[in-house]
Nanobody, 123 residues
Protein backbone atom coordinates (compact mmCIF):
# COMPACT_ATOMS: atom_id res chain seq x y z
CA UNK A 1 0.00 0.00 0.00
CA UNK A 2 1.44 3.32 -1.08
CA UNK A 3 1.81 5.86 1.67
CA UNK A 4 2.89 9.47 1.32
CA UNK A 5 3.48 11.49 4.47
CA UNK A 6 4.15 15.21 4.29
CA UNK A 7 5.86 17.29 6.94
CA UNK A 8 7.52 20.66 7.35
CA UNK A 9 4.61 23.04 7.05
CA UNK A 10 4.09 25.93 9.41
CA UNK A 11 3.77 29.66 9.85
CA UNK A 12 6.40 31.93 8.32
CA UNK A 13 6.70 35.62 7.56
CA UNK A 14 6.71 36.91 4.00
CA UNK A 15 10.18 36.58 2.52
CA UNK A 16 10.98 33.56 4.66
CA UNK A 17 11.63 29.95 3.75
CA UNK A 18 10.25 26.52 4.51
CA UNK A 19 11.18 23.03 3.37
CA UNK A 20 8.45 20.46 2.94
CA UNK A 21 9.22 16.75 2.98
CA UNK A 22 7.27 13.84 1.56
CA UNK A 23 8.24 10.39 2.79
CA UNK A 24 7.12 7.70 0.38
CA UNK A 25 6.67 4.01 1.17
CA UNK A 26 4.86 0.93 0.02
CA UNK A 27 6.34 0.31 -3.41
CA UNK A 28 9.24 1.03 -5.70
CA UNK A 29 8.92 4.57 -7.01
CA UNK A 30 11.68 4.49 -9.61
CA UNK A 31 9.20 4.75 -12.49
CA UNK A 32 6.97 7.28 -10.79
CA UNK A 33 6.56 11.03 -11.02
CA UNK A 34 6.31 12.90 -7.73
CA UNK A 35 4.39 16.14 -7.54
CA UNK A 36 3.48 18.91 -5.13
CA UNK A 37 0.10 20.57 -5.32
CA UNK A 38 -1.54 23.17 -3.09
CA UNK A 39 -5.05 24.25 -2.28
CA UNK A 40 -6.11 27.49 -0.66
CA UNK A 41 -9.55 27.92 0.94
CA UNK A 42 -12.20 28.41 -1.72
CA UNK A 43 -9.81 27.67 -4.55
CA UNK A 44 -9.10 24.66 -6.74
CA UNK A 45 -6.12 22.41 -6.21
CA UNK A 46 -3.15 23.97 -7.98
CA UNK A 47 -0.03 22.37 -9.42
CA UNK A 48 3.23 23.55 -7.87
CA UNK A 49 6.05 21.33 -9.10
CA UNK A 50 6.91 17.79 -10.16
CA UNK A 51 10.02 15.64 -10.48
CA UNK A 52 10.78 12.37 -12.21
CA UNK A 53 12.00 9.94 -9.57
CA UNK A 54 14.52 8.55 -12.05
CA UNK A 55 16.54 11.22 -13.79
CA UNK A 56 15.34 14.13 -11.69
CA UNK A 57 13.66 16.10 -14.50
CA UNK A 58 11.69 18.96 -12.94
CA UNK A 59 8.84 21.24 -13.94
CA UNK A 60 7.35 24.20 -12.07
CA UNK A 61 4.30 26.37 -12.10
CA UNK A 62 5.12 29.88 -13.29
CA UNK A 63 3.97 31.28 -9.95
CA UNK A 64 6.74 29.49 -8.04
CA UNK A 65 9.50 29.28 -10.62
CA UNK A 66 12.85 30.60 -9.31
CA UNK A 67 11.51 30.58 -5.72
CA UNK A 68 10.72 26.90 -5.12
CA UNK A 69 12.93 23.88 -5.74
CA UNK A 70 11.75 20.28 -5.87
CA UNK A 71 14.27 17.52 -5.24
CA UNK A 72 14.40 13.90 -4.15
CA UNK A 73 16.62 11.66 -2.08
CA UNK A 74 16.50 8.17 -3.54
CA UNK A 75 18.14 6.56 -0.52
CA UNK A 76 15.54 8.02 1.83
CA UNK A 77 12.59 7.66 -0.55
CA UNK A 78 11.79 11.27 0.19
CA UNK A 79 10.83 14.22 -1.98
CA UNK A 80 11.41 17.80 -0.86
CA UNK A 81 10.00 21.18 -1.74
CA UNK A 82 12.30 24.02 -0.76
CA UNK A 83 10.28 27.22 -0.68
CA UNK A 84 12.11 30.55 -0.60
CA UNK A 85 10.93 34.15 -0.80
CA UNK A 86 7.51 33.09 0.40
CA UNK A 87 4.55 35.35 -0.26
CA UNK A 88 1.16 35.56 1.47
CA UNK A 89 -0.39 34.15 -1.70
CA UNK A 90 1.60 30.94 -1.15
CA UNK A 91 -0.61 30.23 1.87
CA UNK A 92 -2.34 26.90 1.24
CA UNK A 93 -2.53 23.25 2.17
CA UNK A 94 0.31 21.52 0.36
CA UNK A 95 -0.07 17.96 -0.90
CA UNK A 96 2.46 15.45 -2.11
CA UNK A 97 1.35 13.13 -4.91
CA UNK A 98 2.71 10.18 -6.87
CA UNK A 99 1.72 9.28 -10.38
CA UNK A 100 2.79 6.98 -13.20
CA UNK A 101 5.30 7.94 -15.85
CA UNK A 102 3.99 10.81 -17.94
CA UNK A 103 2.23 12.58 -15.08
CA UNK A 104 2.75 16.30 -15.20
CA UNK A 105 0.69 19.26 -13.96
CA UNK A 106 -2.85 17.89 -13.79
CA UNK A 107 -4.04 16.56 -10.44
CA UNK A 108 -6.01 13.75 -12.11
CA UNK A 109 -2.78 12.28 -13.44
CA UNK A 110 -1.70 11.38 -9.92
CA UNK A 111 -3.17 8.36 -8.17
CA UNK A 112 -1.59 8.51 -4.73
CA UNK A 113 -1.89 11.45 -2.35
CA UNK A 114 -0.67 12.39 1.08
CA UNK A 115 -2.76 14.02 3.77
CA UNK A 116 -1.18 17.42 3.25
CA UNK A 117 0.53 20.01 5.39
CA UNK A 118 -0.50 23.61 6.06
CA UNK A 119 1.72 26.49 4.99
CA UNK A 120 0.77 29.95 6.20
CA UNK A 121 2.69 33.04 5.12
CA UNK A 122 2.00 36.22 7.07
CA UNK A 123 2.46 39.67 5.59
Amino acid sequence: QVQLVESGGGLVQAGGSLRLSCAASGRTFSSYVMGWFRQAPGKEREFVARIYWTGGNTYYADSVKARFTISRDNAKNTVYLQMNSLKPEDTAFYYCAAGPAGSNSYYWQYNHWGQGTQVTVSS
